[in-house]
């Protein structure tokens, strides 16, 4: 709705009264004076017409607009801080108008508000529930384990180291599922410092490679290192959490990889910036997926994942990890044909 102007609702309003005035002011002169005088009929209407105007124009100023104002201030002071508290004239801006917008935008503010603690809500009710969910299966497995060999297993040679083995083996997925919560939560709550320092980045791939050519080599997988030159690339990151980053994304490339596959990691310095590339040709990622991928505990194919021992936590933290380091992360990849994951890292040149 359009609001109206103040002056123009006290014109339209006096008029109207004024008309009623003289109308009574004309009837009752026709009935002394037994004849209709048209000029004192006019002047009746012009006298009314200006001490009514003035009369609500007063009332409006000072009464009902100092309760609206007030009002308008109150709507204000809930609205976010930041809007500066600038005090508009009562002439320069009608103050419905003012006050009108006032509580709208108010209302968008709020509606915006609770949509986004919908969102957090559900968010932490999905969380807690994978959490659970993804924990009570080496639970079970444990408690399976355990069960049988109280129940006789303990004794049975052919069993019994077999089944403690197995439950070791559930109580480290555990173990990594914890691990990587606490890393996320730090993550996300913005506890974990980063303890940042100068190093040579190619350095640290070599060492990550050779650490993970054994794993590779089961599926028979090559891992590539291409970079331009010998000479270091230095950068100013946290080396752990870098580390994070690399094994996660290459351990990726195993995991999600083909047998005699290929896994090649590419560095490159651009002015400022260094940017490191680890893409496979292993089974690749639908395009629906794609964009889902860095969300906790997501993961394209559940099973896949969880019998490579995968939490769906760790593209998560590699995202974190690098927007703390005020990088830039991205996925590409095609089903079928491989993935490509690109990020970077302010250099130290
Ligand atoms: N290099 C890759 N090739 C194919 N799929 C991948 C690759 N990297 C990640 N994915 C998909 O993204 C999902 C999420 O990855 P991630 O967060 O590392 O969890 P996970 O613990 O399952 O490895 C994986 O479950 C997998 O479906
Ligand atoms: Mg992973």
Redesign the pocket.
């Given at each position: 709705m359009k609001s109206i102007k103040t002056s123009t609702f006290c014109i339209v309003l006096s008029a109207f009264s004024a008309t009623l005035q003289t109308i009574l002011i004309a009837f009752l002169n026709f009935k002394i004076n037994q004849y209709f005088d048209i000029s004192v009929t006019l002047l009746a209407f012009f006298i009314a017409f200006v001490l009514n105007f003035l009369i609500l124009y007063f009332i409006f100023r000072n009464f009902l607009y100092a309760k609206i104002d007030k009002l308008y201030h109150l709507v204000k002071s809930i609205q976010a801080k930041e809007i500066p508290n600038t005090e508009i004239q009562l002439e320069e801006v009608d103050s419905i108008e003012r006050l009108e917008k006032g509580i709208i935008k108010l209302s968008h503010e709020r509606s915006k508000e609770i949509e986004q603690y919908n969102n957090i809500d559900s968010y932490r009710k999905e969380f807690l529930g994978n959490v659970s969910h993804e924990l009570k299966t080496p639970i079970f497995n444990i408690q399976g384990y355990i069960s049988t060999l109280i129940d006789g297993g303990i004794h049975d040679s052919t069993i019994n180291m077999d089944y403690l083995k197995k439950a070791d083996k559930s109580i480290d997925r555990m173990i990594k599922i914890v691990d990587d919560l606490e890393t996320i939560s730090q993550l996300e709550v913005g506890t974990l410092e980063l303890d940042t320092e100068t190093y040579d980045l190619v350095q640290q791939i070599k060492d990550i490679i050779e650490s993970l050519e054994l794993i590779a080599a089961k599926k028979n997988i090559r891992l590539q290192f291409v970079r331009k030159s010998d000479k270091p690339i230095l950068v100013k990151a946290d080396s752990f959490r870098i580390r994070q980053v690399l094994v996660?994304l290459i351990t990726?490339?195993i995991?999600?990889g083909l047998e005699n596959g290929k896994t090649r990691i590419t560095i490159q310095l651009f002015d400022e910036q260094v940017i490191v590339e680890v893409k496979?040709n292993?089974?690749?990622?639908d395009e629906k997926h794609l964009p889902r991928?860095f969300e906790r505990f997501?993961?394209?194919?559940k099973g896949r994942?969880r019998e490579?021992g995968?939490?769906?936590?760790?593209?998560?933290i590699v995202k974190h990890i690098i927007e703390a380091h005020h990088g830039t992360i991205d996925i590409e990849?095609k089903l079928s044909e491989g993935?490509t994951v690109t990020f970077t890292l302010a250099s130290a040149h």
């Open positions: 996660n990726n490339s995991k999600y496979d292993g089974i690749g990622i991928v997501y993961r394209v194919d994942s490579q995968g939490t769906g936590l760790g593209l998560a990849s993935t």
